[in-house]
Nanobody
Framework: QVQLVESGGGLVQAGGSLRLTCATS????????MGWFRQAPGKEREFVAA????????SSADSVKGRFTVSRDNAKSTMYLQMNSLKPEDTAVYYC???????????????????WGQGTQFTVSS
């Protein structure tokens, strides 16, 4: 069993930067990808970014392209989300997720993940 724990949430002003961290615990993560999703109040959960665990290939939503960067540290089984040029519409609960069962997908859909963190709240003030 793998547990995911997000950290780094908080309050930041528009235009600022923040980095979220997703740490794994339990057995060593040896899956295929990890991703970030977010859910704003009153909205559906949406894909933010993902990274393949073997080759580091990344993908991200159009709404965050050029502003958010996903990365990972395989040795630490940890994923990061560097967020720059933040906007109030980035305010949401951010979740990290891990895929341990399927290789080669887009990793942009929540059904492609079998482990989820509890989420971390992140607010951007205008």
């Amino acid at each position: 069993q793998v547990q995911l724990v997000e950290s780094g949430g908080g309050l930041v002003q528009a235009g600022g930067s923040l980095r979220l961290t997703c740490a794994t615990s339990g057995r060593t993560f040896s899956g295929y990808a990890m991703g970030w999703f977010r859910q704003a109040p009153g909205k559906e959960r949406e894909f933010v970014a993902a990274i393949s665990w073997d080759d580091g290939r990344t993908s991200s939503a159009d709404s965050v392209k050029g502003r958010f960067t996903v990365s990972r540290d395989n040795a630490k089984s940890t994923m990061y989300l560097q967020m720059n040029s933040l906007k109030p519409e980035d305010t949401a609960v951010y979740y990290c997720a891990a895929n341990s069962f399927s290789k080669g997908g887009s990793y942009s859909f929540d059904y492609e993940y079998d482990y989820w963190g509890q989420g971390t709240q992140f607010t951007v003030s205008s």
